[in-house]
């Protein structure tokens, strides 16, 4: 009969942990954490799911808390008891395994994931050519072209940046889908595109920060707003009038959800004025919200996080991507053309109400559309976040 050995109960617990740090998949971590009594206390009690967790996302590194909903602290005279302190790590390791699950999740997802448009770096005729009409997956509606547009410039490396914000404090992004714009009403239909674009995840420098953003015209620069946690490296943009596809080399946690494009480099002239413009059609943001599941605070003036988990919720999510694979293809074009349906509707609200804005106080109007933005728009599609 052959002879098992359990190398954790064997070897030196430093020996025992180089080896679990090799498990990549965060499903290995919970399997190994389900062998047995011994292996599943060493796991947690090792904080092995969270190592994992921090080491692939280090914008993870600066969460301090985890709260529940209806889960009382541990009472002042339990804390430091053997029980309580195993009870705290147990329930680390299910909130930062069941993160990891979640994340990986993220790579079969197609939501897109931007809220709604915050501002641009410039804009050469607001309204018409706002970075609001980048929401809508199409290049002409109600008959006039939709885009958006930066001012001219004479320095053909100037650049652009487009902010963004997603559907969720906290999300998972695997790529950005841009199309740039063929001006098909000007000689030659000239595409005016960017020569590369580099993305930025974060969030505001403080709650004033974020209650600043709701009064700011969209066509003013908000870039020294933010604290931004990620920068992925610089893609190459082709002057094509095409969707085209910015994948991550490995799936972003985006920590206070906003989006920052940068738009670096003109390659195209305008006949009229000779001067290089950008822009923009359509922008996209792919990967997985998960606002409903998991949620965070950030902690002033320290910039940490409190991360919030709703575990009832998580269970819905992981059963909706069981139910995936099973659903009516003719029920998802259904739901893509609501999806494309609502965005239309917020655009036509929003054109109108700029026409109207133009006998009202500016700051006014901007203000009460961009709350009307927030909450319209975010709540439309919000129902369908579950893709």
């Not at 914008?59 to 705290?88: A, F």
């Not at 018409?128 to 509606?141: A, C, H, R």
């Not at 059963?319 to 029920?331: A, K, L, P, Y």
Request: aromatic fraction near 10%; charged fraction near 25%.
């Amino acid at each position: 009969m052959e002879t098992c050995i359990d190398f954790v109960q064997c070897l030196d617990t430093d020996v025992s942990l180089d080896i679990m740090r090799r498990l990549n998949d965060p499903a290995d971590v919970v399997r190994a954490g389900s062998v047995s009594h011994l292996w599943r206390q060493f796991v947690v009690t090792n904080r092995l799911a969270k190592q994992l967790c921090v080491g692939r996302f280090q914008q993870l590194s600066r969460i301090t808390r985890i709260t529940e909903p209806d889960l009382s602290e541990p009472e002042t005279k339990d804390v430091g008891s053997s029980n309580s302190n195993w009870d705290i790590l147990k329930r680390e390791h299910e909130v930062y395994a069941s993160l990891l699950q979640a994340i990986e999740s993220s790579k079969s997802c197609q939501n897109d994931c931007i809220g709604y448009a915050v501002s641009a770096s410039s804009t050469d005729n607001y309204p018409d050519e706002s970075i609001v009409n980048t929401l809508i997956p199409m290049d002409k509606y109600l008959n006039r072209p939709s885009y958006w547009s930066s001012k001219g410039h004479s320095d053909p490396n100037a650049p652009e940046t487009l902010i963004y914000k997603l559907k969720a404090d906290l999300c998972v992004i695997t790529e950005v889908c841009m199309k740039p714009f063929e001006a098909y009403f000007q000689p030659g239909k000239p595409i005016y595109s960017a020569k590369s674009v580099r993305f930025r995840l974060g969030h505001p420098k403080s709650l004033r920060d974020e209650s600043d953003l709701l009064k700011m015209p969209q066509q003013e620069p908000a870039d020294d707003k933010f604290i931004w946690t990620y920068t992925s490296e610089e893609f190459p943009m082709t002057q094509e009038k095409c969707f085209q596809r910015f994948k991550l080399p490995e799936p972003v946690v985006c920590v206070g959800g906003y989006l920052q494009i940068q738009l670096l480099g003109r390659v195209q002239r305008q006949e009229m004025d000779d001067l290089f413009y950008i822009c923009i059609s359509h922008v996209r943001v792919v990967g997985l919200p998960l606002g409903s599941t998991f949620d965070v605070k950030v902690l002033e003036p320290s910039q940490e996080f409190v991360l919030n988990y709703n575990r009832d919720v998580f269970g819905c999510m992981l059963q909706s991507f069981s139910n995936r694979g099973h659903r009516d293809s003719t029920w998802l074009q259904h739901f893509q053309r609501n999806l494309w349906l609502t965005r239309a509707l917020w655009s036509s609200f929003y054109r109108t109400t700029t026409q109207v804005s133009n006998s009202w106080d500016g700051g006014t109007t901007t203000m009460m559309m961009r709350k009307c933005k927030k909450w319209e728009f975010c709540n439309l599609t919000s129902r369908f976040s579950f893709l």
